[in-house]
């Protein structure tokens, strides 16, 4: 099994995507890695460590500044590009990952490796922390798709339930819908005509949960349009950056705050559990190939961590439980959105 | 001037509604506070301090399992109901304070009250702390709306911007709109749509932002349909009390935790920075009154504080300035939305 990896994408590129790349081998015999990019300086890094990595030369970059669509289209020689051309062409390269810009591997994945048939929208499906221990929750769709119909969020229901089980192992995960009340009754236009068929899919729906209760852990999946999805992620990061810094402020204040913000560094566990990273990265449900794009501050352990997210997904067959779904859900006339 | 208090609305109805409302006659000396709701035991607990203060009898209260629009037209009686009555009929009278359903504010507001010639949405505008000492953002619709077109975000962005300069005094508020991303052709198609039309508004309009950054202090007023609003609005919320939750919980693990979270007890300016409704409550803006709705498990401080707001509001002409600006608005080719 080989695994395409973007050596030039993300803050801590080529360093640190390489060396967790190496980390990766070390842990599954089975699988070979192919970094994409500027041959000599990923050479230089492996420094001879080069047993199931292979190099497919790259020269150029595409940077967070980049248009996605243009940078793809024109950037062919960029080592995210090449690691598609990679993912498309070679029957026993299932995956890819890359730390690098967003939308550029969104477009590059629809440009070049298409959908799941049936799947008319794919789907970014990061994971949150929750307050329950050792318990996750995954946002479908965190911001690929901007504006949505009633099919696309079902779609995205039963992609991110499919993953959810494979990741947590539990066959019937709780799937809810993002709304502005938990009553039936509540939402606007698409969350509105979106639960009745919800509530006809073969998954585990559980109704609407708000805003609020997104770390509770009392759901694994939650499902919305990709706005609202992008608006939750990046206010739950905005909130807890925002917290700390004002923990911080407060602490040069008296020494009783400075103790306690020298405490703070105590909490190993908090600390950790706030960490979404070490969970690996968010794949883009719905394609021909598994995509997973990881946090562009990776470091080398979050990138080891997103490779073996890869193969637990091929082994686990994600998107063949994904193809089986849609069919079924395509099949039933009740929930014809 | 004379302002209504449904004293039986909120947690703590109707000790620390009446208790707040004696804290703003006394605070106040122009002011007359009419308080509905059973009036044996309004008095009861004014035992005497009755100067300013009048109480219109209400013998049934509107919870939050009511339906909105049947309890606005069903519960004739109901402290809410004769509060809207009461604003509706005096021309001295000038606002309306509630810490109940909020549902029911918002109905029976549009119901009782009505739209300011011109708006053809009234919003609900919270405000929420930042991490710069003493400044706050207001959200603009955090939830009355939940469907909008560009002309409602249009209103939303005037009227806020009226509300927020009488707050801080700044004549020149920021405001932004809620998006994607920060770059102006990023969005949905509403947002999209709205972004050019608002940079012609008699405003300062900054461009876009992203939910990352609500809480950075950079913008006063912060333009949002009420789907995403709220989303925002509650995940902020989740956030801070998800994080709370974990602090005390690694507290009980070790000694250093325990001694860290004790401490956390002192960040009292934090604890204070945090506490949204020291400002007082959310105004439902383009009413032809002035209605406020505070936080449900609000204390006499709170209450105070939002009569106090309500002052404020009145004696700077906030729905005499939105009127000017809609017109305005209206007047103006460029911003047909």
Redesign the interface.
């Known amino acids: 099994m080989k695994i395409v990896v973007d050596a030039f994408g993300g803050d801590n590129a080529p360093l640190e995507v390489v060396e967790g790349a190496v980390l990766a081998v070390n842990k599954d015999k089975e699988l070979t890695v192919v970094l994409t990019g500027d041959k000599d300086k990923i050479e230089k890094i492996l420094n001879g460590r080069q047993e199931r990595i292979e190099i497919v030369d790259a020269k150029e970059i595409i940077s967070n500044n980049d248009s996605p669509t243009l940078a793809i289209r024109q950037k062919k020689d960029s080592s995210l590009v090449r690691a598609f051309d990679i993912l498309k062409e070679n029957n026993d390269v299932v995956g890819l990952v890359s730390a690098g810009s967003t939308g550029a591997v969104l477009t590059g994945a629809i440009l070049k490796i298409g959908r799941i048939k049936g799947i008319s929208r794919p789907a970014l499906c990061p994971i949150l922390p929750?307050?329950k221990p050792d318990k996750t929750v995954m946002i479908c769709d965190s911001?690929a798709n901007?504006?949505c119909k009633s099919e696309h969020l079902l779609h995205f229901a039963i992609m991110a339930s499919a993953y959810s089980s494979i990741m947590s192992g539990d066959k019937n995960p709780k799937v809810a819908l993002?709304n502005?009340g938990a009553e039936e009754h509540k939402?606007?236009?698409l969350t509105k005509e979106t639960y009745p068929l919800m509530q006809k899919l073969p998954i585990n729906f559980v109704g609407n949960i708000?805003?609020?209760?997104?770390?509770?852990g009392e759901v694994d999946v939650i499902v919305t349009d990709?706005?609202?999805g992008?608006?939750?992620?990046?206010?739950?990061?905005?909130?807890?950056?925002?917290?700390s810094?004002?923990?911080h402020?407060?602490a040069k204040?008296?020494i009783?705050?400075m103790?306690?913000?020298?405490?703070?560094g105590?909490?190993k566990?908090?600390k950790e559990?706030?960490d979404i990273n070490k969970y690996g990265g968010a794949p883009f449900l719905g394609c021909k190939k598994l995509v997973v794009k990881t946090h562009g501050s990776a470091n080398r352990e979050i990138i080891c961590n997103t490779i073996m997210q890869v193969v637990k997904l091929y082994e686990n067959k994600l998107n063949e439980q994904i193809e089986k779904l849609v069919l079924e859900m395509s099949e039933n006339d009740e929930v014809k959105a």
């Open positions: 929750t307050v911001g901007v504006d993002l502005n939402g606007n236009e708000e805003a609020r209760e997104v770390m509770s990709g706005f609202a992008n608006i939750l992620l990046k206010s739950v990061e905005g909130v807890a950056s925002g917290m810094k004002l923990i402020k407060e204040k008296n009783f705050a103790i306690g913000a020298v405490m703070m105590k909490f566990g908090l559990k706030m």
